[in-house]
């Protein structure tokens, strides 16, 4: 058997070899197009379920067996795009939700001037609040402020309080500050998937004053995935987009390992949440994150490692595909 071939069997073993997203090299991002960042923080959700740190090692655990070919796409991602693991944000205050919000900003400043588009697996949904501080209206969307595809089951623009339970930039409040701060433009941003056990009927109103376009749960049902995607195709067409995928916006039953699980509605499968951010395929997507895992609660075959795994797959293919795009239009 050629050596190809034995490498390539090797390469899917994932219990073989150094851990990295997806046997990427771990270099750093001058020269590549896609970086890849682990992003192990917690302390923005502030409450218990703290081992969301633990999300980027369980991914780069299994991410091995998903190193293949995007068949839909017809693409081999890890060789038209230069692709690499550039590690972790450190975290040398790890309990300090400010400072790390803080660490993360400056890393993703940095990452913005190499030119790397950033794919990230955290950590609670306050990394997004810290990268997009960097990213919006910088190297990476030439000065504009990025437009989010947000699939989650919460806004994360909460308003009514300053803190939650001590964090201020909390995984609750990123979609509100970083539009006061400018660097989102709610009005082509989309948010959906909606679902959560609201605290008040009015738990919608803070995204719709910020001119968030809300498709809940119930409405994408409703209208159905195609309508749902073309809405985010009008919305978003010829933004820099920055796709932000909250887990537990997926069932529970595909996605048990998450925080703040939601699990008296029904919400999207796999296929579903995978058809959602094909609508944004060929755009401007300048980079994405998965967030929410919690792996200390998986199952024994870590179904949802291996299925956030396969999110961040699709952003990657994504952007590479782009990659591939512009490199044919150059010549």
């Known amino acids: 058997m050629a050596n190809e071939h034995l490498d390539s069997m090797m390469d899917n073993l994932y219990w073989w070899g150094i851990p990295t997203f997806f046997r990427c090299p771990n270099e750093g991002p001058e020269g590549k197009d896609i970086a890849l960042v682990g992003v192990p923080h917690s302390t923005g959700n502030g409450t218990t379920e703290r081992d969301q740190h633990l999300g980027p090692r369980a991914l780069r655990n299994v991410s091995a067996i998903a190193r293949r070919v995007h068949s839909q796409f017809e693409l081999n991602p890890w060789t038209t795009a230069k692709i690499a693991d550039i590690g972790d944000v450190p975290f040398p205050r790890a309990n300090d939700n400010e400072d790390c919000i803080e660490q993360i900003t400056r890393f993703y400043t940095e990452l913005d001037k190499s030119g790397a ?44 309080v300053d803190h939650f339970l001590g964090a201020q930039k909390s995984a609750a409040h990123w979609g509100a500050y970083l539009a006061d701060q400018g660097k989102v433009d709610p009005t082509h941003s989309m948010q959906i998937g909606l679902r959560g056990h609201a605290r008040t009927l009015d738990w919608l109103q803070p995204s719709y004053d910020y001119g968030y376009n809300v498709v809940t749960m119930r409405e994408s049902r409703k209208r159905g995935i195609e309508d749902v995607a073309a809405q985010i195709k009008h919305v978003m067409q010829g933004r820099p987009i920055y796709i932000t995928f909250d887990l537990d916006c997926l069932d529970p039953t595909i996605a048990p390992a998450v925080s703040n699980i939601e699990a008296g509605e029904k919400g999207f499968d796999i296929d579903e949440a995978i058809a959602l951010l094909h609508a944004v395929r060929g755009m401007n997507i300048i980079g ?31 952007i590479a595909e782009n990659t591939a795009t512009k490199s044919r239009v150059s010549k």
Do not use: W, Y
């Open 288 to 318: 994405g994150d998965v967030v929410c895992m919690m792996p200390t609660k998986d199952s024994p075959n870590q179904i949802t490692a291996l299925t956030a795994s396969a999110i961040m797959f699709e952003m990657i293919s994504m």
């Open 117 to 160: 588009r950033p794919v990230s697996v955290g950590g609670d949904h306050s990394i997004t609040g810290g990268i997009v501080q960097a990213l919006g209206c910088g190297n990476l969307t030439e000065g504009e402020p990025i437009c989010f595809l947000h699939l989650d089951a919460h806004t994360d623009v909460f308003t009514k």
